[in-house]
């Protein structure tokens, strides 16, 4: 666990269309680098081009506004059609106020708008959705890595999709997981003692967020570098997913 | 900013007591360790050794709990002398439910139990409060460090005081910035055009909670790392502070 971590972008992925092979465009640009996969490497790679190579992408003039996302976009100086794209990926508002809408997904995200995002996308006419199923994502990733890599049944690597998002309370966004294959999203530490023989009441560390919070800082967000290695971070091998970081209903007091 | 980000833990530290000279602690350990300090390197400190070394410890027999703090001890099972200890580092309620209080602390944090903590300190009988002015804490550190370094005037370092907090609507806790010298704490990508020409919205970027997050993955909890240097983040040298990580109470929809 305390050894030397790194962090190691990955450069020239270049662009990213419907239907890419994420991960051989993402091993092809480790080898350009002279770089390898090496065994225990986390992946993080933003939702950005995830989304982008699954089609998840809607084109605004495409999109109908309903009178409810009209009243709101009127209301608050924002374009109807994406008020309306935004509704359509929210299963419950959880804040509409002051032009901002926050959003439970329907995976059960809570965000800024619904993860629905109109950056980096080719001009100002379109707009990325998250990723359907970011877990699977995740796990089509992780195979498709193993795969290109030539190790497709034992090669240990982990995937993290990455999005970019506020918090209550605290300025600024950071990178958050949104997706997670094989690694355990969350380290309990609770029963165990610390080095005073106290018990550890409530330290459930979200590795993953602080992983995928990492990786951001090598990505920048002009610089286009969509996705990084964590190398040296001894997580723990799991089926575990993404899911496991959304808090329930019954214990969240912010919702 | 696209090269090689490198954490490493350092070890060694020893445990810290009231008055303890954490600059020397900490440069001490860095030598033992065969490492130097290196300009850009960014400190991250747990609260925990900070708030020791300031001696910000009350021992849970020097407190009289209020009859407010005894009545929600009694309803939740918890040791009203904690309680009352929450209640006079908060200087706002936000949450109350549930056995959980989530205050507002006299800095304008917002967290569980105003970041009073019962773990790791000599028996359970103590408990540590949050340093008085964690952005100080921050600056003496830094400055401190210059001076052990032999560079008291230009050695360019910068450092995070960092605590483990939950967060709405997720599981799990992550490392963030409550003290922050020496460095920008946040990145302002408003206005900037993104690769397409188009411009990006709202994107600032809390990368002293990034690198706080990031410091937490070599630490551990149990294993006693309270510190790490991250090297290879080419961040802005400022003399902002971690209070432009509170957001606004107006544009705030969750308090």
Chains 1, 2 share one sequence.
Request: proline share 5%.
């Amino acid at each position: 666990m305390n050894s030397v971590l790194r962090i190691l972008p990955i450069l020239n992925i270049g662009e990213v269309s419907p239907g890419a092979d994420l991960g051989t465009l993402i091993f092809d640009a480790i080898q350009a680098s002279d770089l390898a996969i090496e065994p225990g490497d986390i992946f993080v790679i933003t939702q950005k081009i995830v989304s982008k190579a699954e089609g998840r992408i809607v084109n605004l003039d495409d999109v109908q506004p309903s009178e409810f996302a009209q009243a709101f976009a009127r209301q608050n100086n924002k374009d109807a059609r994406h008020v309306e794209v935004v509704l359509r990926e929210s299963r419950r508002i959880v804040r509409m106020d002051r032009g901002v809408l926050i959003a439970e997904t329907r995976h059960g995200f809570i965000c800024a708008n619904a993860g629905v995002d109109e950056s980096n996308v080719n001009g100002a006419q379109q707009l990325t959705l998250l990723p359907v199923d970011p877990d699977g994502s995740a796990r089509a990733l992780r195979r498709r890595l193993q795969e290109v890599a030539g190790e497709p049944d034992n090669l240990d690597v982990a995937v993290i999709i990455s999005d970019t998002w506020g918090r209550p309370w605290r300025t600024g966004q950071v990178n958050m997981a949104i997706g997670v294959a094989g690694m355990a999203p969350i380290i309990d530490y609770r029963g165990q003692l610390d080095p005073y023989g106290y018990e550890m009441h409530a330290s459930m560390i979200a590795v993953a967020d602080e992983l995928a919070a990492a990786a951001e800082l090598v990505m920048g967000k002009i610089d286009r570098v969509p996705a990084a290695i964590i190398r040296g971070y001894d997580y723990t091998p799991d089926t575990g997913d993404g899911r496991a970081l959304l808090r329930d209903a019954s214990t969240d007091m912010f919702r």
